[in-house]
């Protein structure tokens, strides 16, 4: 029985030994199976992979190359055509060109149109230059008249609130402001703004008068009339001066001067070069007159001229009168008071009348010496100021001097633009 149970031990000892060994062969097996089937399905994978490569690659590559030639092709085509059309139009500009070079009087037509278009250019360029130095001209005038009343107005208002406020006081300081240099030059000034605008004549009277308004004249002079007044800047031009009629004429009247100065100076109708320029001035002026209210806003702008232009001829005249008044004037200091003086037709080198010598003696500036006539009963006052003698026998008389004429020295000298803007006299020296 102890045998049989260690042979029985011995069996179950070795039983399950066997089976461990059976099952590890039984996995590697089945392992060994698993990684051959992945080794033939990837070796399967790489071939397919690689036949399907190596046939897109070939037909990729043919369209490659299929594309280039094409491209080349095409642009050898299309250089083809550029080059033939190039060589076309060069052989036909050299062409061109041999034929305006045989062509001698094409060639002058050409340049004669070329000259005369310069020169259309030039003289239009000239004109419209002209007009603008015309236009500013008149633009300056109109802004320095607008100024010049400006200030006349200006003037007028400081001297009478000056006067008003100031009594006394401030008649004495006009008095003075007169009497200054400052306001003697600027009267100066404006005396030769004066002369020079009536010496420019900037009225309508410049313009060339119409023969219209006694019979019309001939188509010439009419043309060289309207050839004038194109000179005249647009802002300037006067459509009535123009048409020939008066100012107040009528529409049935500026309609037949219209039309008969059209038939006469018309391009069309008179082959003078210069008609076209004529007939411009006159479409200008009836321009102006045919339509209501161009004529209306005319006819206010010359009044208004008009008006501005006698305010502006009444301020220089009374600044004249007053430049006139203050050059022949003398203030004093004993009546505050201004007095005429008068100037004399006589030199400073024989300004004074010795009866001692019995001849004349030169005088200085600021001498004071008198006069005797009608045998004695009459005595004269005279003074040098500013290069010039002057009766000054009305201020003297209001100073009470008292001076013997005719004598050999000079008694007294004035001088002038003391502190007080009065006038100082003092006794000359023997010496002086």
Same mark, same amino acid.
């Given at each position: 029985?102890?045998?049989?149970?260690?042979?029985?031990?011995?069996?179950?000892?070795?039983?399950?030994?066997?089976?461990?060994?059976?099952?590890?062969?039984?996995?590697?097996?089945?392992?060994?199976?698993?990684?051959?089937?992945?080794?033939?399905?990837?070796?399967?994978?790489?071939?397919?992979?690689?036949?399907?490569?190596?046939?897109?690659?070939?037909?990729?590559?043919?369209?490659?190359?299929?594309?280039?030639?094409?491209?080349?092709?095409?642009?050898?085509?299309?250089?083809?055509?550029?080059?033939?059309?190039?060589?076309?139009?060069?052989?036909?500009?050299?062409?061109?060109?041999?034929?305006?070079?045989?062509?001698?009087?094409?060639?002058?037509?050409?340049?004669?149109?070329?000259?005369?278009?310069?020169?259309?250019?030039?003289?239009?360029?000239?004109?419209?230059?002209?007009?603008?130095?015309?236009?500013?001209?008149? #633009?300056?005038? @109109?802004?320095?008249? =607008?100024?010049? &009343?400006?200030?006349?107005? !200006?003037?007028?208002?400081?001297? +009478?609130?000056?006067?008003?406020?100031?009594?006394?006081?401030?008649?004495?300081?006009?008095?003075?402001?007169?009497?200054?240099?400052?306001?003697?030059?600027?009267?100066?000034?404006?005396?030769?703004?004066?002369?020079?605008?009536?010496?420019?004549?900037?009225?309508?009277?410049?313009?060339?008068?119409?023969?219209?308004?006694?019979?019309?004249?001939?188509?010439?002079?009419?043309?060289?009339?309207?050839?004038?007044?194109?000179?005249?800047?647009?802002?300037?031009?006067?459509?009535?001066?123009?048409?020939?009629?008066?100012?107040?004429?009528?529409?049935?009247?500026?309609?037949?001067?219209?039309?008969?100065?059209?038939?006469?100076?018309?391009?069309?109708?008179?082959?003078?070069?210069? #008609?076209?320029? @004529?007939?411009?001035? =006159?479409?200008? &002026?009836?321009?102006?007159? !045919?339509?209501?209210?161009?004529? +209306?806003?005319?006819?206010?702008?010359?009044?208004?001229?008009?008006?501005?232009?006698?305010?502006?001829?009444?301020?220089?005249?009374?600044?004249?009168?007053?430049?006139?008044?203050?050059?022949?004037?003398?203030?004093?200091?004993?009546?505050?008071?201004?007095?005429?003086?008068?100037?004399?037709?006589?030199?400073?080198?024989?300004?004074?009348?010795?009866?001692?010598?019995?001849?004349?003696?030169?005088?200085?500036?600021?001498?004071?010496?008198?006069?005797?006539?009608?045998?004695?009963?009459?005595?004269?006052?005279?003074?040098?100021?500013?290069?010039?003698?002057?009766?000054?026998?009305?201020?003297?008389?209001?100073?009470?001097?008292?001076?013997?004429?005719?004598?050999?020295?000079?008694?007294?000298?004035?001088?002038?633009?003391?502190?007080?803007?009065?006038?100082?006299?003092?006794?000359?020296?023997?010496?002086?």
């Amino acid at each position: 029985s102890g045998q049989s149970a260690f042979s029985s031990l011995q069996r179950g000892s070795v039983m399950p030994g066997g089976g461990r060994h059976k099952q590890t062969r039984r996995r590697n097996h089945h392992h060994h199976q698993q990684s051959r089937g992945r080794r033939r399905t990837g070796n399967q994978l790489f071939l397919a992979f690689k036949e399907m490569l190596s046939e897109s690659l070939s037909f990729w590559c043919i369209s490659c190359i299929h594309m280039f030639i094409e491209i080349i092709v095409t642009l050898t085509h299309n250089c083809g055509v550029g080059v033939e059309a190039g060589v076309t139009k060069l052989y036909n500009f050299g062409l061109q060109l041999l034929v305006k070079i045989t062509d001698i009087p094409g060639m002058k037509a050409d340049v004669s149109q070329i000259l005369k278009r310069i020169k259309c250019t030039g003289a239009d360029l000239v004109d419209r230059t002209a007009r603008s130095v015309k236009w500013t001209k008149s #633009a300056v005038l @109109a802004c320095f008249r =607008l100024f010049c &009343a400006f200030a006349m107005l !200006s003037f007028q208002w400081g001297k +009478r609130v000056l006067l008003r406020a100031g009594g006394e006081r401030g008649k004495r300081c006009w008095t003075a402001f007169q009497e200054s240099r400052f306001w003697k030059r600027l009267l100066s000034v404006l005396d030769r703004v004066q002369r020079r605008f009536s010496r420019s004549g900037y009225t309508s009277t410049h313009l060339p008068e119409s023969p219209g308004r006694a019979g019309r004249g001939e188509p010439g002079q009419e043309l060289e009339r309207l050839l004038a007044l194109a000179e005249v800047p647009e802002g300037e031009l006067d459509p009535f001066t123009v048409l020939g009629v008066e100012v107040h004429a009528t529409e049935t009247e500026l309609k037949k001067a219209y039309r008969q100065l059209a038939v006469q100076v018309h391009p069309d109708k008179n082959k003078h070069p210069r #008609a076209g320029e @004529a007939f411009k001035v =006159l479409r200008a &002026a009836w321009d102006i007159v !045919s339509n209501p209210e161009t004529r +209306r806003e005319y006819e206010l702008k010359r009044m208004a001229a008009t008006e501005l232009s006698k305010s502006m001829n009444e301020f220089l005249t009374k600044l004249q009168d007053d430049l006139k008044e203050a050059m022949n004037t003398m203030m004093c200091t004993k009546c505050e008071g201004k007095h005429k003086r008068f100037e004399m037709d006589r030199e400073p080198a024989e300004a004074r009348f010795c009866a001692e010598c019995n001849c004349c003696h030169s005088a200085e500036e600021g001498d004071l010496w008198a006069e005797s006539s009608m045998l004695g009963l009459r005595i004269t006052y005279f003074a040098c100021m500013e290069g010039k003698v002057y009766d000054i026998t009305e201020w003297a008389g209001c100073q009470r001097i008292s001076i013997s004429p005719d004598t050999h020295r000079v008694p007294y000298h004035i001088s002038f633009g003391s502190k007080n803007n009065s006038n100082s006299m003092r006794h000359r020296t023997p010496s002086e």
